[in-house]
Structures are given as C-alpha cells and as structure tokens.
C-alpha cells in the first residue's frame, strides 16, 4: 500500500516563498506520474504542477508557471514543489497524488487519473 505525505506548508506572506515536500512510501515505489494539486476553501480541486517519475519532464498550470517548479529525487521517493512570488490567491491546502497504475489516455490535470493522495498540507498567503 502506497501512503504520501506531505510537508512543508504554512503562513507567508506575499512575495515569499515555500517548499513542499511529498515523501511516498510502499515496496516497488514506482509511480509513471506524481502531481500536485490545491483546494481553496468552496472551489474544486486545481491542478498546480506534474512530474513524469522516469524521465522528469514537468507541467504547470499556467496560474503558477514561473513562479513553482516542481521536481523529484527518486533516490528518495519524493517530490517538492518549490514556491516562489507567493500571491494570495496561492491560499489553498496542497495535495500531492500519484498514478501508480496505467491510466490508457492519461490526463495530467484530471484527479480521477491518479490513485493515491496524500492528506494535504496548508498554505495562507497573507497581503
């Protein structure tokens, strides 16, 4: 069984910055695809950013391209996402998902294609 968790959010203010951390753990690890996505408070769940696990190519949003990067160290079986120019609207809890089972037309900003979630973590923005 698969678990992730993630750590790292919190309160910052605007302009700051904040690194997420999704550590997964279960025997053979070996996800095709790790995501991260957010929920603001009576809004549905947003895709933020995706990681192909073996080769590392990258997508974000565009609400947060430039400014988020997500990466991966499969040594550890984690991924993070780097936040930079925090904005208020980036107020949400982050959750990071993986793929671990082959999804035939895979869509990486769909939650349904993914099958295990971590709890979420916190992120306030303050102006």
């Known amino acids: 069984q698969v678990q992730l968790v993630e750590a790292g959010g919190g309160l910052v203010q605007a302009g700051g910055s904040l690194r997420l951390s999704c550590a997964a753990s279960g025997r053979g690890f070996t996800p095709y695809h790790m995501a991260w996505f957010r929920q603001a408070p009576g809004k549905e769940r947003q895709f933020v950013a995706m990681i192909a696990w073996g080769h590392g190519n990258t997508l974000h949003s565009d609400d947060v391209k430039g400014r988020f990067t997500m990466s991966r160290d499969k040594d550890k079986n984690t991924v993070y996402l780097q936040m930079n120019s925090l904005k208020p609207e980036d107020t949400a809890v982050y959750f990071c998902?993986?793929?671990?089972?082959?999804?035939?037309?895979?869509?990486?900003?769909?939650?349904?294609?993914?099958?295990?979630w971590g709890q979420g973590t916190q992120v306030t923005v303050s102006s």
């Open positions: 998902a993986a793929e671990t089972v082959y999804t035939p037309g895979y869509t990486y900003y769909n939650a349904l294609d993914y099958d295990f």
